[in-house]
Structure formats: structure tokens, C-alpha cells
């Protein structure tokens, strides 16, 4: 596919949503996962086995791979000049750890990509999620609710992700004696602009190219796994209008049988998708809980040391800005999936008519009702759900931490 080709597949979702966003009617058969695996596809970073087979992507990604190991590298060789500057470790420390945080990610679904690319396929082939034919619950409302929701958010990301690079590209105009994007040693004093002009140049490119190509690429996989949550949020909710609508749609015996075996194993579907969801997501839920943590107290800790230089100081608000935003919007589609899991018992017991059906039909009501008093969470066992109960408990803790820190240091 050529540049264009790319550059069109990239941005199809910022199209479609805007052209949905302005006129609600327009309709779209893809799911918003569909969209972020063709933003990284088009990104050439889409590790799975079939998009390996592809020419040129298996020699693309381990070049990658390395670009990424030398930067994560030279970074960490970079603190020995740091040595005695508490604000400019505590920079180098912030950078470090959040590259690391991408790599790891990269790493992780070369491992775990077959893994996701199914989840992909499986939602976006029941997307919709509504039984066809006479009868059908009209989902269209939830459907744009969560297609603009997604939109909204990750284009919000999208424009900070813009604010951050631009001020990190352009930080050695204006942060005194920084000459890199990121601070890092090469041998031989490469990146000194005295003694090797070229070589900085070229290492002040290469930098400008890992920042915003493996920013750009964790946006994507953000909003890939975020939208894979809200797309089995949506599927909740058709399941709950389904089961609200059950004798509308049904007539007779015989087929509110049908239907209410039909919707248990939609129930059940649902469970056992985000089950394997959980699971493709493990390593990474867990370790996006600890990086957006630290990253959030070694900020307050930067903001507080270098509260005399306003330049720094902005560039840590921000980094502890995007740090709290990530874990809020986690926390929030967290908290969406579980509370609208809930409501499923409440449709089943709405379902329920005296006057109609059977035992049987009863019966499968009563174990709709049963499951859905278990809500549905977002988790990486063995550490807590994904929900805002959990996020205020966390960052209270934190903050108890942080007050100790900074009391010791004064």
C-alpha cells in the first residue's frame, strides 16, 4: 500500500467519527476496534503472525526493536551524567520509565499479538451484537453513544499527545544546557554539538522520530484495548434492551424459549470474551498501574524541586497531567463496564411476566438474574479492578507517601 494509502488508512477514524459526530444518522458496519487495528496496521506495527508474513513487517518490526533498545540504552547510560542534579535524574527517570513502558508494550504483543487480533475479529464480527429479523431492539443510540464517547477521548488524547512532543522536540530551545529531546550519552561524545555537529544532528532526529512514531503507536494501542472494553460495555447494553424487549419480540411458548436460551449464551458470550480480554491484558493493566503511578509522585516530587524554574515546571505538570488522565480514563471505562453489567439483573427481572411463559423460561431468567449480580470487571489478577473506588484509594495512598517524601527532603 503506498504512502497515501497509509496516511488515509491512518486517519479514516478521525474522518468517519467527525463525519459521524456532525450527522448522527450516518450509519458505519465497523466497530471502533476495527479502527485502531487499521491505525496500526497502516502504522506497519501490528505484530501478529499473518501481518508478519506480509513483505518487508517482520524485517520492519525488529528494526524497531532496536531503534527502541538503543534509545531505552543510551537513556539509562545518560544518568551517569545526571549524577548530583536531583531534577535532572528525576527527568531522566521520568523518560526512562516511560519508554520502557512502550517497550515493554511492544514487546508484549509480539507475544500476545495472535492473541488480540482474535478478540479484534471476534468483536467486530458479532458488532453489532443485536439479533436480526422482526422484532429487533433498536440499539442505534447506544451504538453512536459509545462510537462519539471513543472519539471524543482518544482525539482529546491525541491533541495533548501533539502539546507534549511539540514541547518535547523543541525543549532544547528552551530549557538551558539541554541539547537533546532526550537526555542521553552516546561513546565517543557523539551527542555533543561542540565536538560532533553531525552526529548530534543526526541523533537529535533519531530521538524526534522514537518519540513521536512510539507515541503515536501506544495512543493506537490505547485506544484499541480501551475500545475493546467499551465495545463489550455496548454489547451489555443490547443484551440488557433485548431482555427488556423479550415479550414484545416474542409470541408463544416456543419462542421465548428459543429466545431465552438464546440470550444466556449471549450472556455467556459476553463473559467469556472479556475473560480472554483480561488475559491478552494482563502484563500490561498491571504494569500501566505502576508506571502512571510512580510517574505521577516522581512528578509532584520534580514540580516541588524545581518549583523556581516554571520551564521545568510546566513539562512535569503536563507529564503528571497525562499520567492522572491515563489512569482516570481506564478507571472511568472500568467503572462504565461494571455499573452497566449490573444493570443486566434488572432487565432479566424486568423480563419476567406471570402471565406469560413457563417454569423453564423462568428458570433461565433466574440464572440471567443470578450472573449479572456479579459485575463484570476490568482486572489484572491479582491486583484490584479498574474502577474510580479503587483509582481515590490508590492516589490517597500515594499522596500519604509523597507528604512523608517531601517533609523528609525540606
Not at 478521525?14 to 471502533?32: A, L, V
Not at 491533541?159 to 552516546?186: D, E, G, N
Request: aromatic fraction near 16%; charged fraction near 20%.
Amino acid at each position: 500500500m503506498n504512502v497515501c494509502g497509509n496516511l488515509y488508512r491512518f486517519l479514516k477514524f478521525y474522518i468517519d467519527g467527525w463525519k459521524h459526530f456532525r450527522d448522527p444518522t450516518i450509519k458505519f458496519r465497523h466497530s471502533g476496534v476495527y479502527y485502531w487495528r487499521e491505525q496500526m496496521k497502516a502504522m506497519f506495527l501490528y505484530t501478529t503472525s499473518k501481518e508478519r508474513e506480509l513483505p518487508f513487517r517482520s524485517t520492519w518490526h525488529t528494526l524497531v526493536n532496536i531503534k527502541v533498545s538503543i534509545c531505552f540504552s543510551t537513556m539509562c547510560y545518560g544518568v551517569t551524567e545526571s549524577i548530583g542534579d536531583r531534577v535532572q535524574i528525576g527527568r531522566d527517570l521520568a523518560f526512562i520509565l516511560g519508554l520502557f513502558f512502550i517497550a515493554f508494550k511492544i514487546f508484549y504483543f509480539q507475544w500476545y499479538g495472535d492473541g488480540l487480533d482474535e478478540v479484534v475479529e471476534t468483536l467486530d464480527r458479532l458488532h453489532p451484537w443485536a439479533h436480526k429479523g422482526p422484532g429487533a431492539v433498536d440499539y442505534r443510540t447506544g451504538k453512536r453513544w459509545y462510537f462519539q464517547l471513543s472519539f471524543v477521548v482518544i482525539s482529546s488524547w491525541m491533541c495533548f499527545l501533539c502539546i507534549f512532543l511539540l514541547l518535547l522536540i523543541t525543549s532544547p530551545m528552551w530549557i538551558h544546557q539541554q541539547i537533546l529531546p532526550l537526555h542521553a550519552a552516546f561513546p565517543f561524545q557523539w551527542h555533543d554539538k561542540s565536538i560532533h555537529p553531525i552526529s548530534h544532528a543526526i541523533i537529535y532526529l533519531f530521538q524526534s522520530w522514537c518519540a513521536v512514531y512510539t507515541l503515536t503507536w501506544l495512543v493506537c494501542i490505547e485506544g484499541l484495548s480501551v475500545n475493546i472494553y467499551v465495545e463489550l460495555t455496548f454489547a451489555i447494553e443490547v443484551l440488557c434492551l433485548e431482555l427488556r424487549n423479550l415479550h414484545r419480540r416474542c409470541h408463544g411458548y416456543e419462542e421465548l424459549r428459543l429466545e431465552t436460551n438464546r440470550l444466556i449464551k449471549f450472556h455467556q458470550k459476553i463473559v467469556n470474551i472479556l475473560d480472554r480480554v483480561n488475559n491478552v491484558f494482563h502484563g500490561t493493566l498491571i504494569m500501566q498501574m505502576g508506571v502512571n503511578l510512580f510517574l505521577v509522585s516522581l512528578s509532584v516530587l520534580e514540580v516541588m524541586e524545581a518549583r523556581k524554574e516554571p520551564k521545568v515546571v510546566v513539562q512535569f505538570a503536563i507529564l503528571m497531567l497525562l499520567a492522572l488522565g491515563h489512569l482516570s480514563m481506564w478507571s472511568f471505562f472500568g467503572d462504565l463496564l461494571s455499573q452497566k453489567s449490573l444493570k443486566i439483573s434488572e432487565a432479566a427481572y424486568e423480563a419476567y411476566d406471570p402471565t406469560k411463559g413457563s417454569k423453564d423460561i423462568y428458570r433461565d431468567l433466574c440464572l440471567i438474574i443470578r450472573r449479572g449480580q456479579e459485575p463484570l470487571i476490568m482486572r489484572a489478577s491479582p491486583f484490584p479492578p479498574f474502577n474510580f473506588i479503587n483509582y481515590s484509594a490508590i492516589l490517597n495512598q500515594c499522596y500519604g507517601i509523597l507528604t512523608f517524601m517531601l517533609k523528609t527532603l525540606d
